[in-house]
């Protein structure tokens, strides 16, 4: 009784849904039985880690699946201990560095260090180098990016690396230019709709199509959330409707009455309502860029053509403060503040206009 | 046993000559005498032995005021003493504290000894305020305008274990639970026996108060065997009890942490604050003093008027350090040498400007109090706040300063008639925690929505500032400096003097922004643990899959899990912006946050999050749903089950 997401997941690069001629030609790259450092990038929901598994089951069969959760400790030189869990099979480990926060370059140095340094015991029948698979590469500190590079190729007898990140765009060029890089684009809405009909198919299900293309929309083209939602639609009604409603998520809604909130009125008070709004948000586990990235969105829904270029353009700026500061409440509410102004300014000159 | 001693002024006396005289070097005067060995030996077993000393020990601490002028019959002894100890008050027009803190005083002791019902309990009375405001002498002169005994706790020295004690039996105890167990001990004897009968002493007089400024050690480690204690007493005891605690302007303040808002609500404490002395009364003591020295004739430099003015500023409404500052500053040296350095500096300044500018003088004034041995003035956060939002300003008139051009006339203010670094300075904080209060308080007392834009824009400026932590220590003080000034300028409504009444009171709060922070830390530490099974980078775990989560009909493997998706995923829809609890900041809170006060604890935040026993429909139960998942749990093992 898994997540759609995960049960219908598949598990050969054959079976993939979309993006089939990469998919051959990834199998194509594996064929020969080995395959020089990846980087796997692509928005999020696009299959990147489905695309990877594939790859890791054509190398090594169905031994990769047989996963366990481990808990490592790693002793940084400053004697402090990181820790730090992953997920391995016997031929492969996959590891987000990120965890460990400022310390992500301790963790790819000795981590790296202990996986590349022990060989493969029987390279008669298996592969003779392992798999690193590391997530959110684009997380890494800059310190990390170079330990890396370092790494890459020192080890490069014993393990490959596949990295994997959302952009390639916070990666530095040695590591670009040292990994083939694999993109996996956001699926289609057809493509979407078909997985959809499919997985409902699977589950015994009967999915109208314009309820398909709906969610498909809704998804943003990301495949988990497309399921995700296709999930809840099944537990709010079934049968399934053409015109049921779509579940959102509490923090969307609630963004969306925040917005809302500033749109109607621009006080100071109302500053306070929006910042415990903010601040209730935050506690959710909702990270601030991306309440600031979805407040952006919300507001631009809600104001004038010739507002939006300077709107977004404060917003750009108070996210490059949010990743310099170090409390996001102070940016997350000056970009607040900065709109109520901007809106209410050009609310009283569209009054003016009228009046005179 | 309760031993008691008639005549107080005596043992002060006694206790006096043993001192050295403070200011024997300044004075010229040699040591007074070893005092014979006779004089010493009555007292001694009594500090020895380590009971509880029901002494009413006159305290080398005297407080507020002077007589008017010396008595020529004094003693040699008498003259002698430090200042603060000659010119102890010695009645309550003498005491330099305001008139209504002393009728508060004086009614609550009438309304707790004279008009007591026969079966009410013990009370309790805490005074409190800044050192040398004058708590302790306004209690002693109320006490002997009343008739009262006061009946006072010291802390023992040291325990001496004699032969006795050790027969007496407690000679495994340790010290610490002694001193609070002796400490029970002398409430019990104080509050029982009446202090002996001595030759001349009338025996109508049987009223008493317990005083208390020692408090034992164990209590500050242990407040809640101090609260035990207190209710016992309250309960059994006919006597007010009386505890007088200096406030602390920076660190855990004792107050807070021996009487915490419950005990003090719980046994009708009654919390009387003292102000520091104002100004114009600490100038009246210093005034009487000066005058009273200057006809005693001695050599000794009488300081005139200015300079006694300066002292006046230089101790932060500290009596104490006044008088100790005038006795040293009356000798003949000190004065000579330094009327040379600043006549010259005085004869400069008028001669050159008539017009005496304000913030000039305050600099070369601020430099003389320091000579003189000023003291820090230090200030509560919560006044700090205050002066920083409500930025008290001074009219300019349009001659003395040039005036800004047309175009930059939107930035015109008054001269500010305070110093921004100063005050965060002495607020005793780092520069990024007053930002943080000052955040969370700022937009009550703004109007304009473009001048929020503003201030706004000031604290984001100031939280990049001090971003780096390599710099933050130096940028610290630059940031608090970029933030209070821009909050104080964006401020158009307080831009000119006569704009200051506008907004009127509004409370002050605590920042919120600790606890949210450490509750996202939490919370994303917590999903990562628990839904560590679905590998999924956390930014995907917390705004896709736990939102999603809470909506299906996925069971969970425990309890943990759905108690955490119902808490996170899902959020107050139906309450429209209510505002998260504000923790007030009483005037004077220390400004560092408790932050293990509440851990774990998501009541907290009042929001709809619900705990297990109310699941939605949609999640099942976990109970039933567990069999199900052992089978179908197949891609990921735990390490031990292969």
Redesign the interface.
């Known amino acids: 009784?898994?997540?759609w997401a995960?049960k219908h997941r598949p598990g050969a690069l054959g079976r993939l849904d979309f993006h089939r001629e990469q998919a051959a030609r990834l199998r194509n790259l594996v064929q020969c039985g080995d395959f020089p450092h990846l980087l796997v990038y692509g928005p999020?929901?696009a299959g990147k880690?489905t695309r990877i598994m594939c790859l890791l089951k054509e190398l090594y069969g169905a031994g990769v699946?047989?996963?366990?959760?481990?808990h490592q400790s790693i002793t940084a030189p400053s004697k402090k201990k990181i820790e730090i869990?992953t997920?391995a099979s016997n031929y492969h480990l996959?590891v987000?560095p990120s965890?460990a926060g400022n310390n992500d370059r301790v963790v790819i140095q000795e981590l790296l260090k202990t996986v590349a340094q022990s060989q493969q015991l029987e390279t008669s029948t298996q592969r003779d180098f392992k798999v690193v698979l590391l997530?959110?590469v684009d997380k890494l500190t800059k310190d990390a990016q170079h330990a890396l590079r370092r790494t890459m190729e020192k080890y490069m007898a014993t393990c490959r690396l596949i990295l994997c990140c959302n952009s390639m765009s916070k990666i530095i060029g040695p590591i670009q230019s040292r990994c083939l890089a694999v993109r996996v684009p956001a699926p289609s809405t057809e493509d979407i709709c078909h997985v959809l009909s499919s997985v409902c198919k699977k589950e015994g299900l009967t999915l109208p199509q314009e309820l398909a293309q709906r969610i498909a929309e809704k998804s943003g083209r990301?495949l988990?959330?497309a399921l995700?939602?296709c999930?809840?639609c099944r537990?709010?009604q079934y049968p399934f409707t053409a015109d049921q409603d779509i579940?959102e998520?509490?923090?969307?809604?609630?963004l969306r009455?925040t917005a809302n909130?500033i749109v109607g009125q621009?006080?100071?008070?109302r500053?306070?309502?929006v910042?415990?709004?903010l601040?209730?948000?935050?506690?959710?586990?909702?990270?601030p860029e991306?309440i600031m990235k979805g407040l952006l969105t919300e507001l631009l829904n809600n104001c004038d053509g010739q507002l939006k270029g300077e709107v977004a353009q404060m917003a750009a700026f108070?996210e490059h403060?949010l990743q310099?500061?170090?409390?996001a409440?102070?940016?997350l509410?000056?970009f607040v503040?900065?709109f109520?102004?901007i809106y209410?300014k050009f609310m009283e000159d569209g009054l003016d206009d009228i009046m005179f | 046993g309760g031993r008691c001693v008639p005549t107080q002024r005596f043992v002060f006396l006694q206790v006096a000559e043993w001192l050295a005289h403070p200011f024997d070097g300044f004075l010229g005067r040699a040591a007074p005498a070893e005092p014979a060995g006779s004089s010493r030996e009555p007292r001694a077993p009594g500090r020895r032995r380590a009971e509880p000393q029901l002494l009413p020990r006159k305290r080398a601490k005297p407080g507020a005021a002077d007589p008017p002028c010396a008595q020529p019959g004094r003693s040699q002894a008498q003259e002698e003493l430090p200042w603060v100890e000659r010119y102890r008050p010695e009645s309550q027009n003498d005491l330099a504290v305001q008139k209504k803190k002393i009728e508060e005083v004086e009614t609550w002791l009438k309304t707790h000894i004279f008009q007591r019902q026969p079966k009410q309990g013990g009370s309790v009375l805490l005074l409190t305020g800044p050192p040398g405001c004058g708590k302790t002498a306004t209690l002693q002169i109320l006490a002997r305008d009343l008739g009262l005994q006061v009946q006072e706790w010291t802390n023992p020295l040291s325990l001496d274990f004699t032969k006795e004690e050790l027969r007496n039996s407690n000679f495994h105890t340790f010290p610490s639970q002694a001193q609070a167990a002796l400490f029970q001990d002398f409430l019990l004897r104080a509050n029982k026996y009446n202090k002996l009968q001595m030759l001349g002493e009338s025996s109508e007089n049987d009223k008493k108060l317990i005083l208390i400024e020692d408090i034992p050690n164990q209590f500050y480690r242990d407040p809640g065997s101090l609260h035990e204690i207190l209710r016992s007493f309250v309960r059994r005891s006919r006597c007010p009890l009386v505890f007088i605690i200096s406030d602390n302007f920076s660190g855990d303040s004792n107050q807070r942490s021996l009487f915490p808002a419950e005990i003090v609500e719980e046994l009708c404490i009654c919390n009387i604050s003292f102000k520091p002395v104002a100004p114009t009364n600490m100038m009246k003591v210093l005034n009487r003093i000066a005058a009273a020295e200057a006809c005693m004739n001695r050599e000794n430099y009488t300081p005139d008027r200015t300079s006694l003015e300066l002292l006046c500023r230089g101790c932060s409404g500290d009596i104490r350090s006044a008088i100790n500052s005038l006795q040293f500053s009356s000798t003949k040296e000190f004065w000579s040498k330094k009327k040379k350095q600043s006549s010259t500096i005085k004869c400069d300044e008028i001669g050159v400007s008539k017009v005496r500018k304000k913030s000039k003088c305050d600099a070369s004034e601020d430099q003389e109090i320091q000579a003189i041995g000023g003291k820090d003035a230090s200030i509560f956060l919560f006044h700090a706040l205050g002066k920083i939002i409500y930025c008290k300003r001074e009219a300019v008139s349009e001659a003395e300063c040039p005036q800004l051009p047309a175009h930059l006339s939107a930035h015109r203010r008054d001269t500010l008639l305070i110093q921004p670094e100063d005050i965060v300075e002495k607020s005793h904080m780092s520069g990024?925690m007053f930002n943080?209060y000052l955040?969370q308080n700022y937009?009550?007392f703004?109007?304009?929505?473009?001048d929020?834009?503003r201030a706004?824009?000031y604290?984001?400026t100031?939280?990049?500032l001090?971003?780096n932590w390599s710099a933050r220590l130096v940028m610290e003080s630059y940031s608090a400096s970029v933030a209070t000034r821009g909050v104080i300028h964006s401020n158009t409504s307080r831009a000119f003097a006569h704009q200051q009444g506008g907004m009127g009171f509004r409370p002050l709060h605590k920042p919120?922004?600790f606890l949210?922070?450490k509750?996202?830390q939490e919370?994303?530490i917590a999903?990562?643990s628990l839904f560590?099974?679905?590998?999924l980078?956390?930014?995907?775990l917390?705004?896709?899959?736990?939102?999603?989560l809470?909506?299906?009909?996925?069971?969970m493997r425990n309890q943990a899990q759905i108690a955490f998706i119902q808490d996170?995923?899902?959020?107050?829809?139906n309450r429209h912006?209510?505002?998260?609890q504000l923790e007030a900041l009483g005037d004077k809170d220390p400004g560092v946050p408790e932050l293990s006060h509440g851990d774990g604890d998501p009541e907290e935040?009042p929001?709809s999050q619900s705990s297990g026993s109310d699941l939605p429909g949609?999640q099942p139960q976990p109970v039933a749903?567990q069999a199900?998942?052992e089978e179908?749990?197949l891609?990921?093992?735990?390490?031990d089950s292969?």
């Open positions: 009784m898994s997540l995960d999020s929901g880690k699946e047989k996963l366990r959760i481990e869990s997920i996959e987000n965890d997530t959110e990301n988990r959330k995700l939602m999930e809840s537990v709010q579940p998520m509490d923090w969307e809604i609630y009455e909130a621009q006080t100071p008070q500053l306070l309502e910042r415990g709004r601040y209730e948000l935050l506690t959710h586990c909702i990270p991306i108070y403060r310099l500061g170090s409390k409440i102070y940016h509410e000056a503040a900065k109520m102004a209410k | 990024s943080l955040h937009v009550d703004f109007s304009d929505i473009d929020v834009v706004s824009e604290l984001s100031a939280d990049v001090c971003s919120q922004w949210i922070n509750k996202y919370n994303c999903a990562k560590s099974s679905f590998c980078p956390p930014e995907c917390q705004t896709e899959l736990l939102p999603y809470a909506m299906l009909a996925n069971p996170v995923g899902r959020l107050p829809l912006f209510g505002r998260l935040l929001s949609s749903a199900l998942q179908e749990e891609r990921i093992e735990e390490y292969d």
